[in-house]
C-alpha cells in the first residue's frame, strides 16, 4: 500500500506534504509525516511493526497504549512542579478508532506522535548529553515504578 494513502486511515489534521524512511532502527520500518494546514505543522511517525519479531502486535499495541495512559496521566499530575515540560509521544488513533491499522497484507502500521523538540542520536555526542540521556532515562524510570506488568 502506497504510504500517502496508509497515512489517510489515520486521524492526522492537515494535509499530508511528505512522508520519508527515518532513523536507523533495525526492527521496524519507520517513517516521519509531515502534515500542514494553514496555521500549524503536525510531524507524526508511522511505523511497520515487524511481524516477525513481534508476532502479535496486537499485544505490543495493547501494552503501548496501557504505557502512554499511564504516563500521560502522571505528567499531567506532575506538570507544574517539574523541572521542564516532560513529553511522551501519543497514539494516533484511525478513522476507525483503533490504535492500528491492518493492511491488506496482514502487516500491522502504526502512528505516533514525534515530540517536535527531540531528536533521536544513535551514540552519547558528548558527557553533557549522556548525563542528560540519563537523567531522561530515570525519570522515565520514575514515570513507569508503578505501573503494574501483570494488568
Known amino acids: 500500500m502506497e504510504l500517502s494513502l496508509l497515512m489517510r486511515e489515520f486521524e492526522v489534521s492537515g494535509r499530508l506534504v511528505t512522508i520519508n524512511p527515518t532513523g536507523n532502527g533495525n526492527v521496524n520500518d519507520t517513517f516521519l509525516g509531515i502534515f500542514r494546514n494553514t496555521f500549524a505543522e503536525e510531524q507524526v511517525i508511522l511505523q511497520r511493526v515487524n511481524r516477525h519479531v513481534f508476532p502479535q502486535p496486537e499485544a505490543i499495541m495493547r501494552n503501548l497504549h496501557r504505557l502512554?495512559?499511564?504516563?500521560?496521566?502522571?505528567?499531567?499530575?506532575?506538570?507544574?512542579?517539574?523541572?521542564?515540560?516532560?513529553?511522551?509521544?501519543?497514539?494516533?488513533?484511525?478513522?476507525?478508532?483503533n490504535d492500528y491499522f491492518l493492511d491488506e497484507n496482514g502487516d500491522t502500521w502504526r502512528v505516533i506522535t514525534k515530540i517536535a523538540s527531540a531528536t533521536a542520536f544513535d551514540e552519547?555526542?558528548?558527557?553533557?548529553?549522556?548525563?542528560?540521556?540519563?537523567?531522561?532515562?530515570?525519570?522515565?524510570?520514575?514515570?513507569?515504578?508503578?505501573?503494574?506488568?501483570?494488568?
Open 124 to 151: 552519547a555526542q558528548n558527557a553533557e548529553h549522556a548525563a542528560e540521556c540519563g537523567a531522561v532515562l530515570g525519570h522515565f524510570h520514575w514515570l513507569v515504578s508503578d505501573l503494574d506488568p501483570a494488568a
Open 68 to 97: 502512554t495512559a499511564h504516563v500521560h496521566a502522571k505528567l499531567e499530575a506532575e506538570a507544574d512542579q517539574a523541572d521542564r515540560v516532560w513529553q511522551m509521544p501519543r497514539i494516533v488513533r484511525t478513522r476507525a478508532g
